[in-house]
Antibody, heavy 119, light 112 residues
Framework: EVELVESGGGLVQPGGSQRLSCAAS????????MSWVRQAPGKGPEWVAN????????YYVDSVKGRFTISRDNAKNSLFLQMNSLRAEDTAVYFC????????????WGQGTLVTVSS | DIVMTQSPDSLAVSLGERATINCKSS????????????LAWYQQKPGQPPKLLIY???TRESGVPDRFSGSGSGTDFTLTISSLQAEDVAVYYC????????FGQGTRLEIK
């Protein structure tokens, strides 16, 4: 069974940093692009970043460029999101998601981890 | 950025009746290179992550009941639930993946 499990969320002060992790199982992790998608309370999802199978291409939504870094460790079937200079508007549930093969839908999604940016 | 706009924001339908959700993109998301529309639909129930229902605008994901169908092309798309079941109560989102990836604001579906 394909499974994605996020960890690392919590309460962080504005301007602070947080590192999210996603453990993948049940599929060949190194064969897929992977994404982080966030969802602010009561809002629709927002794609944040994705990374190519080998880690050599990374893309970000404009609002996080220069602050967030996506990475992966294929040997450990793990995906990461380093978040720096956090703002109140970054408060959301962050989901790890597998990209569709050669296409941009998301399936499946993890259960998500909540990041709250507040003083 | 391509903006996705769903209508209505909320919808109440009787059990067994048809539910129709619309999604409009701010520009065409059809590719003539492969004759495909770059659109997906998701279902999200409270406390759960979104679940993929449909991709390429009309291809049903494995395991999704056939009462769910997607249609449309270019800029206008529709998700139809042919006979609403109680378990279909959820928020539904469309998403384009033609240029980057953006979601609609969601449509809340309830039982009348």
């Amino acid at each position: 069974e394909v499974e994605l499990v996020e960890s690392g969320g919590g309460l962080v002060q504005p301007g602070g940093s947080q590192r999210l992790s996603c453990a993948a199982s049940g599929f060949t992790f190194s064969n897929y692009w992977m994404s982080w998608v966030r969802q602010a309370p009561g809002k629709g999802p927002e794609w944040v970043a994705n990374i190519k199978e080998d880690g050599n291409e990374r893309y970000y939504v404009d609002s996080v460029k220069g602050r967030f870094t996506i990475s992966r460790d294929n040997a450990k079937n793990s995906l990461f999101l380093q978040m720096n200079s956090l703002r109140a508007e970054d408060t959301a549930v962050y989901f790890c998601a597998r990209d569709g093969l050669q296409a941009g839908w998301f399936d499946p999604w993890g259960q998500g981890t909540l990041v709250t940016v507040s003083s | 950025d391509i903006v996705m706009t769903q209508s209505p924001d909320s919808l109440a339908v009787s059990l067994g009746e048809r539910a129709t959700i619309n999604c409009k993109s701010s520009q065409s998301i059809f590719s003539s290179s492969n004759n495909k529309d770059y659109l997906a639909w998701y279902q999200q129930k409270p406390g759960q992550p979104p679940k993929l229902l449909i991709y390429w605008a009309s291809t049903r994901e494995s395991g999704v009941p056939d009462r769910f169908s997607g249609s449309g092309s270019g800029t206008d798309f529709t998700l139809t639930i042919s006979s609403l079941q109680a378990e279909d109560v959820a928020v539904y989102y469309c998403q384009q993946y033609y240029s980057s990836k953006t979601f609609g604001q969601g449509t809340r579906l309830e039982i009348k």
